[in-house]
């Protein structure tokens, strides 16, 4: 399995890197080109962000803070920042040439071992980056697919991240062989070994490609006889942004042991269990948690465990009210889920984690306008309920604070599709 498509030398050792593109062996040691995985040491980071000129420095902040969230979900402790306004990032280096010199020699300083850059490089922006710097380079989709690749648990899942791995190297292969360009292969020939090289690994790399999707189609087919078999039972499937909470309301509401803790995509597999309120039965599904700048890979690599979602009949979108963002992180859900087909799903709105919520109270004199930060929960409660389109609820699933409300409005949603698929079993309820 592929899990390291970056760590290849520049230097000599043509054959053990052959073996290495393979999937083969995996490497010796340390190297410039190297990246530590999740199930590595430790290891200290700084984290590197342009802030846009039309972007709040707030929201800066606040997607700093989730890539710091990644960085320790994969063993990584971040020591510093590195921000920078700019109308966009420079397609060359990301930053300015004299914010990449100040990052470099803050890293060589501090001994600081690798350099996380908030967005997806170009091949080209991390080949001029890693020239300039003293550390390793990863960008956030490298270090989202590692933190996968980690927690992937089933051979599906596993199939899922290694086709989003390979097809994120695919276009990174170029420079990897960048000793052997200087070789000729003989008179009249421009090209050489170098080049004979690259193609040979993009063929691996595409034929490994090719063949992880034709076992995710095996994989699919079965799926899909799994989910025909459940008849035509209703559908619930949880969604929502990563750790908000679906897996504990899972366990909550299933009295299942789906795994829940408090790191970004503790959940990867779907967990599919039937619940049975008041003799009415019903299935219901704990999927993958969305984020911000979700690689395409993985979005692509995941569309078929996403089929759960596609095919439910209700959605409970889980809501982390105790996020200062929460309500860009609902955008960003809502968004991924009209990309991959099922926006217009029946939805029911959960606010989770009222037991963590704070808020700070405005002074008397304070003349300021009001702000998001300034409501307390009950203002929030009405505000929301006043102008969300779908119904929605409030409750702290840890502390079982509005379950009772909640089973009692999912039992009536539930029964509701049930009555309209099958209405002549209304005797049942």
Same mark, same amino acid.
């Given at each position: 399995?592929?899990?390291?498509?970056?760590?290849?030398?520049?230097?000599g050792?043509?054959?053990?890197e052959?073996?290495?593109?393979?999937?083969?062996?995996?490497?010796k040691?340390?190297?410039?080109?190297?990246?530590?995985?999740?199930?590595?040491?430790?290891?200290?980071?700084?984290?590197?962000?342009?802030?846009?000129?039309?972007q709040?420095?707030?929201?800066?902040?606040?997607? +700093? &803070?989730?890539?710091?969230?990644? =960085?320790? !979900?994969?063993?990584? $402790?971040?020591?510093?920042?590195?921000? /920078?306004?700019?109308?966009?990032?420079?397609?060359?280096?990301?930053?300015?040439?004299?914010?990449?010199?100040?990052?470099?020699?803050?890293?060589?300083e501090?001994?600081?071992?690798?350099?996380?850059?908030?967005?997806?490089?170009?091949?080209?922006?991390?080949?001029?980056?890693?020239?300039?710097?003293?550390?390793?380079?990863?960008?956030?989709?490298?270090?989202? +697919? &590692?933190?996968?690749?980690?927690? =992937?648990? !089933?051979a599906?899942? $596993?199939?899922?991240?290694?086709?989003? /791995?390979?097809?994120?190297?695919?276009?990174?292969?170029?420079?990897?062989?960048?000793?052997?360009?200087?070789?000729?292969?003989?008179?009249?020939?421009?090209?050489?070994?170098?080049e004979?090289e690259?193609?040979?690994?993009?063929?691996?790399?595409?034929?490994?490609?090719?063949?992880?999707?034709?076992?995710?189609?095996?994989?699919?087919?079965?799926m899909?006889?799994?989910?025909s078999?459940?008849?035509?039972?209703?559908?619930?499937?949880?969604?929502g942004?990563?750790?908000?909470?679906?897996?504990?309301?899972?366990?909550?509401?299933?009295?299942?042991?789906?795994?829940?803790?408090?790191?970004?995509?503790?959940?990867?597999?779907?967990?599919?269990?039937?619940?049975?309120?008041?003799?009415?039965p019903?299935?219901?599904?704990?999927?993958?948690?969305?984020?911000?700048?979700?690689?395409?890979?993985?979005?692509?690599?995941?569309?078929?465990?996403?089929?759960?979602?596609?095919?439910?009949?209700?959605?409970?979108?889980?809501?982390?009210?105790?996020?200062?963002?929460?309500?860009?992180?609902?955008?960003?859900?809502?968004q991924?889920?009209?990309?991959?087909?099922?926006?217009?799903?029946?939805?029911?709105?959960?606010?989770?984690?009222?037991?963590?919520?704070?808020?700070?109270?405005?002074?008397?004199?304070?003349?300021?306008?009001?702000?998001k930060?300034n409501?307390?929960l009950?203002?929030?409660?009405?505000?929301?309920?006043?102008?969300?389109?779908?119904?929605?609820?409030?409750?702290?699933?840890?502390?079982?604070?509005?379950?009772?409300?909640?089973?009692?409005?999912?039992?009536?949603?539930?029964?509701?599709?049930?009555?309209?698929?099958?209405p002549?079993n209304?005797f049942?309820?």
């Open positions: 399995m592929m899990s390291e498509p970056m760590a290849v030398g520049r230097g050792g043509c054959r053990y052959r073996k290495m593109i393979e999937g083969q062996e995996k490497p040691g340390k190297s410039k080109e190297s990246i530590p995985t999740v199930d590595e040491r430790e290891t200290r980071a700084v984290l590197v962000a342009v802030v846009r000129d039309s709040d420095p707030a929201t800066a902040v606040e997607y +700093l &803070d989730e890539l710091e969230f990644l =960085a320790e !979900t994969a063993n990584i $402790k971040s020591v510093k920042r590195f921000t /920078q306004r700019l109308p966009q990032p420079l397609s060359k280096i990301y930053v300015g040439p004299g914010k990449l010199q100040e990052i470099a020699e803050w890293c060589k501090n001994e600081i071992d690798i350099a996380i850059f908030d967005d997806e490089l170009s091949p080209a922006q991390t080949r001029n980056i890693e020239q300039a710097m003293p550390c390793k380079v990863m960008d956030r989709t490298r270090l989202i +697919l &590692d933190i996968f690749m980690a927690r =992937a648990q !089933t599906y899942a $596993k199939t899922q991240v290694e086709l989003a /791995q390979n097809e994120y190297m695919l276009p990174r292969l170029a420079g990897l062989w960048t000793h052997l360009e200087r070789q000729r292969g003989g008179t009249g020939t421009r090209g050489g070994a170098g004979r690259i193609e040979t690994d993009r063929r691996i790399v595409r034929n490994r490609i090719s063949k992880l999707k034709e076992d995710l189609k095996k994989i699919d087919r079965q899909a006889v799994q989910r078999n459940r008849g035509q039972m209703v559908r619930v499937a949880l969604v942004y990563t750790n908000v909470g679906k897996s504990t309301l899972m366990n909550l509401l299933s009295k299942s042991e789906v795994f829940a803790e408090n790191k970004l995509f503790a959940t990867l597999d779907t967990t599919v269990r039937k619940v049975v309120f008041d003799n009415l019903f299935l219901m599904s704990d999927t993958v948690g969305f984020i911000r700048k979700l690689p395409t890979e993985l979005i692509e690599s995941f569309k078929s465990t996403l089929d759960e979602v596609r095919e439910a009949d209700l959605l409970l979108h889980v809501v982390d009210i105790s996020h200062p963002g929460f309500e860009d992180q609902i955008a960003v859900v809502k991924t889920l009209a990309d991959i087909g099922a926006g217009d799903k029946p939805t029911f709105l959960v606010f989770n984690k009222i037991d963590a919520y704070t808020y700070t109270p405005k002074e008397e004199d304070d003349l300021t306008p009001m702000t930060e409501l307390s009950d203002d929030l409660k009405k505000s929301w309920i006043a102008k969300a389109n779908t119904p929605c609820i409030f409750i702290s699933a840890r502390e079982k604070l509005g379950v009772d409300k909640l089973r009692s409005d999912l039992y009536g949603m539930v029964r509701e599709i049930h009555a309209g698929r099958y002549f209304n049942l309820y």
